[in-house]
């Protein structure tokens, strides 16, 4: 297979294209125009199947086979989708079980888009018929830089309550666990009289009359993850057999619980991912932190953004406009957190639809004139510059521990704190990496921990086989180790790690943890940190050390003077326990002192909201800049060395001026 | 056919009577506390199928043949209902089609009200039969005046989702579209793989994983629509058949979205409707708004209060009392409004059941000394004085434009700003002109408009074929038009006009609107007219003229300096578009400013929460004056007028005093 | 049949035991920890059917029988549970008429516990099955002290739809009415034609097109509770035919409204029930008020606290931790209303499962050094030095008219004021007395009030035939009563006493209420009682005496000058009605000046936040005196009388300190 550099061996860039909602002179309108504005790959078909197949065994490529050759005359690749997101009208209509089920016991209507069962037989079959059908009639076309394959897996349905979802669960389960003992063991089904003595009697875990088995509950969450992920490898394998030069994806999305990315992302070529920050939220730190996760998914292996606005979406209650200039300055946060690629949902604002509102590279007046087609081929133009980031990697050595595994559990209803959000925690703690500008990865508790100084684990509270020996090792060797509260708590079927919180990590923290105490809404409590009052939210855990010595304690409280944040001397590394959500101040004092303690610091020192990203080749080293503030700033550079700004193409040396809402990318 | 006005020629004045729910002694005690009161017609057997068709087919009049004579011997007049609001229990229990279907797909249970489908055949075959056997049972009776048919149709369930729905929605849309190819070119189904092959394959659009297709949802609305039309059509033919001399109706409701009221008056002879405004509003311009939008269904002819509560209703979570002298003086406005009735839900407060809490004009004490009684029968003894006025007319220069598909279509999902309410923009207008005592009618964009001099079409967001001609023509003729932000945007069947927003209208208006710019929930902006500033809100269009003036323009924002609001001459008259939500008090100037370019004044002047209202006939001016403050008032006459008091009978020039919460009428 | 006190001659102390969930070794390590604490009750087998009955007919007592005799061997008797709250998987999978139906008409799935329709056949055969085998099994075993049938029952599911439902209510129905033409002159199917002809038309009250039948919705809830109540009966028939003597409880529950416990009392040996009040509510007034009721359901009996928390529950949002010191309080508070055992839910904290993170008597690290087990440990120790109080009774010259079923029907939907909730009203007048220190009895219309002083019936919506004239003697015999607004509205089946308000309490009161006015949310308005100004909240009720003095007037509102509250001498007593909601401080003085006119005093005086509660048995007197301060405080004692502190044996005369979050038995 090739390597996705290979195939797209320049930043990608263009959008999904929809051909079938248009004419044919629309096409060749929009082919010059693409050419125009820089596009050089697009995604095509993703919503064709009703098109391609328009009746059941009856394709029809004769349109794609046009689309294609026009695109390719005009120099534009082809991310070809596998049309199998959205079912065609008349599979729903001969064979009810395509469709999902919902909570209520309801099958989901057509009508909408993606509402198959992933558990479905006939929807199986189909979509190898189909795929098939497509890899034979386009494998060898010149056009195809790779497969795209459904999209957005599990968006609307990552749930299903259809009788072949329970058969499949049932199945799931009993390969899983071998004997119905193990699976009573598993779930602790002695509690509330929930003991099984037969697969055929186990449900899914809805419509209960009160709290659901956890157990049960987590289980059901990783056969969903797994039904869907079956779907994309029964597309992949038979792309593989057919094409088995191409390279293959699916596209990831923003803050997606259901689907464990890092499992996923094994079987993917690249990743690539949709982002729609809401304009709302300012800079978009939440899409940083995205972009990070999504290079971490493969080690760093740069990604693709498939998929962003132009300027509005059309799905948000009110959906703002990105202002002038904010597209392109997101654009290149993206390539400086590690994209290749920069592709938008879509190239031409759709006529009719739930989405005609949703903004694309050409707006609904199709005019060249208009500000999103100025912006979009002035981006176009500039990436043509870029191409030496091709390739180019994110050396971090600090890590945030994320588990998708840990994010469901912890997040199952029953818990001391039922508002507890994980990605809350996890981005309190990336937010004073990024502040600071040191580049972050995510790992998992078990994956080799050995490249990075400082690891982060907040409210790690599943700890599976393994995780505690591995965080020892890191610490043992050196590393300094930071775990938040409710950490450690339960195992992988959610079961007490019993004998005092968090046993398994009791050692490498030298402290035992009695008491969980959640605050009520307005609550809050003063800890006192090396002389320094601050304020702690959300929980406090009653700490009893044991080896660990106390870094700041409680100043009120009926636990007053019990330690807040301790320290553990490990091996050759130290690991720090917080016991509570400290206010931001703190937790940037503290997790920058801990980061100073290893050497660690930005690439370039830089006013506040101005990201400084580094990407490096075996050739080159990068710098992108991007000042999100609304004011020019100046920049000190490294003193000896010279850098060429690749967009400007002048040399540079010492400082550096950044207008408002502006980028430099810096070769040295 | 009789004219309403021959039926009943005076004021109407009465309400619901539910006789079925009292012995018949209470019988005699209500026509005789009628007759004190001043009643003249009443509603009755609204509920009554159960009491008149007590098992299928066995037919019980005796008690209503009773009810009726005894109404006539008091004087009162009757507006027989024709009992199909409500099935009676052993049809639902006989025949299951007869529920309708919720969106799980549920039936309705029995035991509530108005629980049946529109499309049950059993329903309409049920109603066919009660409908022709009271129609021939009373057509000759003294008593019977009109007919009143069903009962706020569409109320509780506007939407229904049975087997027999999904049916008749599939051969309404063969009907509308004849071809498939036509349907997947209307509904845009290239979109999301939503192609059709067959009339069989369309669903509901219910139970979706995701957004519907728009251009289904809106013909669903509208298919809605005409299968509750339906049955009025079935239940009228028979009626007049049987009895072609008396007129008929039904009930309207407050403002009441699935129902196509503009559509429906053509077939009632007079348009009747519902009014309870929550006192909790204050002075109710909202119903006002309505009575003149019931006057306007039927091009100015008169209209009856159907309902009104005589102190609180039951249905809110906190349902406030009307403070003494309220009923009298609501009353009265939606008489200056074009009422030629007032009557009540209901006549004597309930027993027993959902509504015993509503109150009535003879309340639970059954006392004649109660103050609701009391403020009744005045009102009663009064409204006799005023039979000049039943036919009168309201002359209006003053239109809004007001369409129920365009209702449908701008609140459909996935607009850019989706917390947009297509009545509060009409009512930030209306409020304008109500403030300044303007009459206004409401029209749709495809209406005659030369009676007109000023019209306002906020937020027409469907323009549909014709209707950008007949405003072009309305302005090239003279008048002045207002159009208000994300209007010209989409067709009837919810597509975009390509080529620039908002295309149809681009011409008569004189610009191009680029982007829409909706705002956060807390922005505003400020905007300049005339050198002074006010607060925008909710919206920017992006206008770029092509030939319109700029008559404000925007002071902050990214695009500070381009127009707000801009006037284009457009043949004889001008075309002012408003791109913006403008604060109050600018609407009230510019609107202000249009209206005295026309020469529109009130009928006099007054101070604020004044109404005067005028209402002509061939024979007599008068003037309705309501003084809604709690202070008396003074106002001056047209000087060399001379003014009959009706209601005191006493002559009056030049000057006026009003009581506080009291009223004048004036006949001249 | 043996007494409780009998059964459990002592303050019982322990709580739930699940030892299903642990293995053999750990119930050795459970009883030896049990007798430190000073544990002699547990409540053994409640959620245990699946493992007790494996397989249908597959009895597995073996590991029971051990638990039981190592309880016993240890000096720790046990409730016996039913085991019949859940039922096990095997049972649900085979008979599906086990579940109960939801209001979409959908079955509860197997999974989480107490999902079974009350009116299931195949339910109540399989537990006459269980409980028969079971105690034929333990009838004689030297452990079992009490039998504790299923678990609160009600708790998740307290309405059913399934066709059984239906079948059991048309049946209760036909029972209760005996002919068509009771049930629809009681129900007054007159209104929206909801006449029925035969019992198989009624359908349950769900799934409607709007607003239900009173009368139908308030049936339902009897039939319900009834539906429920049989459950409990048929347990406890085969309990008394095989074990005769042995107590029988189930486990009540806080403010639970769908359970009449009135009448369930009658069938229970002792109340007991489930206490777990939110610490963020501070001093738990409303577990006080529940306390006594509890206490008067049985006319005083003492009750168990069956359930409470040691620290933290788990199915709140926030969950928080009883702060040291507060469970030992809040018991202690609990002995004084009336209980003669403290149990906890439960001994060991769960591993697995639904409820792990609920606090227990023994924390997940199974220390014995951990605060939750000390405290623990020392309230066993306490308790036993206070056996004198077992038994002794409250005496109390205050009661509150409680009634479920007014409950119900003043809850229904379409009132005047539908966000007025009955047990804030009831709450509202408890915490006056509580403050005071009055013991409070409940009571309802019906029962014997001669034995009171002052009794107040807040909101008594309801008049059933007979409680007027109750009230009247009550007051004729010179008690005093309050009566506060929209009282004597309605009869048992929810229709109005006609006649004016509050018609059948007219005679009593001496007046009459001619009009409801609510007020809008953020309304008041101010009265004057006695000179002084109060504000009042929620409701005035237009009040015109008829015999009654105005002992309170409203200063403004339309209806300024009129009565808020009146005085009625009846009699020898006097009928107070308060008609509106007054501020607090004017219902302390109000009910103040009430009780000081009956010599109505505490036992002692004491400052803000301390109970003072008595409790008497023949040999001796009682006083608990709980200190909710976090502050010490000193109290005077009777002169002259002598006092032994229970706790620390010292005898005390004249005064007392107790410190902060402290508690005091002192015997006399």
């Given at each position: 297979m090739k390597q996705v550099s290979e195939a797209v061996p320049f930043i990608a860039y263009g959008g999904d294209y929809n051909p079938e909602q248009w004419s044919e002179e629309v096409w060749i309108d929009d082919a010059q125009k693409m050419q125009k504005a820089g596009v050089n790959l697009v995604s095509v078909a993703i919503f064709s199947w009703a098109v391609l197949e328009k009746e059941e065994g009856v394709f029809n490529f004769a349109w794609l086979d046009k689309v294609l050759d026009i695109l390719h005359e005009h120099g534009v690749g082809v991310c070809l989708a596998t049309a199998t997101a959205s079912t065609p009208a008349w599979l729903s209509a001969n064979y009810p079980d395509v469709a999902a089920v919902d909570q209520n016991g309801q099958p989901y209507n057509f009508g909408s888009r993606q509402h198959y069962s992933p558990n479905s037989p006939t929807y199986k079959k189909a979509v190898k018929k189909l795929v098939r059908k497509l890899a034979e009639r386009y494998c060898g076309h010149p056009a195809l830089k790779m497969w795209h394959i459904n999209n957005e897996y599990g968006c609307h349905v990552s749930e299903c309550y259809s009788r072949y979802s329970t058969a499949a669960f049932r199945e799931w389960l009993e390969n899983r666990y071998q004997s119905m003992d193990e699976l009573n063991e598993r779930w602790g089904t002695n509690f509330w009289s929930q003991r099984y003595n037969d697969w055929e009697e186990i449900e899914l875990p809805v419509r209960l009359a009160t709290f659901y088995n956890p157990g049960q509950m987590l289980d059901y969450k990783r056969f969903m993850n797994h039904a869907i992920f079956q779907l994309y490898k029964i597309e992949k394998e038979i792309l593989r057999e057919v094409t088995p030069d191409v390279p293959v994806f699916t596209n990831f999305m923003y803050q997606f619980k259901p689907l464990d990315y890092f499992e996923w992302a094994e079987e993917l070529d690249v990743v690539t991912w949709d982002a729609y920050p809401d304009p709302r939220e300012g800079i978009p730190y939440s899409s940083a932190l995205h972009h990070d996760l999504m290079r971490s998914l493969k080690q760093g292996q740069p990604f693709l953004l498939m998929e962003q606005a132009a300027s509005h979406v059309n799905w948000r209650d009110i959906n703002l406009t990105k202002e002038p200039g904010i597209m392109r300055l997101w654009s290149y946060s993206a390539i400086g957190h590690g994209a290749d690629g920069i592709m938008f949902f879509q190239w031409r604002q759709a006529k009719a639809g739930a989405e005609k509102f949703h903004s694309a590279m050409i707006p609904h007046s199709n005019s060249e004139e208009s500000r999103v087609y100025q912006e979009v081929k002035q981006l176009g133009q500039e990436l043509k510059k870029l191409n030496s980031l091709v390739g180019a990697r994110t050396t971090a050595k600090v890590a945030i521990v994320f588990d998708w595994e840990n994010w469901w559990a912890v997040e199952l209803e029953g818990k001391p704190h039922n508002k507890l959000a994980y990605m809350e925690q996890i981005k309190q703690y990336y937010k004073v990496f990024y502040d600071q500008n040191l580049a972050v990865d995510f790992v998992r508790a078990q994956d080799d921990l050995s490249g990075y100084e400082l690891v982060a684990a907040p409210m790690l509270y599943m700890i599976k086989p393994g995780d505690a020996e591995n965080l020892e090792q890191f610490t043992a060797n050196g590393g300094t180790l930071v775990v938040s509260f409710f950490?450690?708590?339960?195992?992988?079927?959610?079961?007490i790690h019993l004998g005092g919180y968090p046993a398994p990590l009791r050692r490498l923290l030298g402290l035992r943890v009695e008491e969980f105490v959640p605050y009520a809404e307005e609550e809050s409590k003063t800890i006192v940190y090396n002389g320094q009052k601050a304020e702690a939210f959300t929980w406090t855990d009653i700490i009893m050390p044991e080896g660990a010595e106390v870094a700041a304690y409680y100043?009120?409280?009926?636990?007053?003077?019990?330690?807040?944040i301790t320290r553990h001397t490990y091996g050759k590394g130290k690991a720090v326990y917080i016991g509570t959500q400290p206010e931001s101040v703190l937790l940037e004092r503290l997790l920058g002192e801990l980061a100073s303690g290893k050497h660690l610091k930005a690439p370039l020192h830089a006013p506040q909201h101005v990201e400084i990203l580094r990407r490096d080749s075996d050739d080159y080293k990068h710098l992108i800049i991007v000042n999100h503030n609304d004011h020019e700033i100046e920049l000190d550079l490294e003193q000896g060395v010279s850098y060429t700004d690749l967009l400007s193409g002048e040399l540079l040396e010492s400082s550096l001026c950044i207008k408002a809402v502006d980028v430099k990318i810096l070769r040295f």
């Open positions: 950490s450690g708590i339960a195992d992988e079927n959610d079961r100043e009120d409280g009926w636990y007053m003077g019990k330690p807040a």
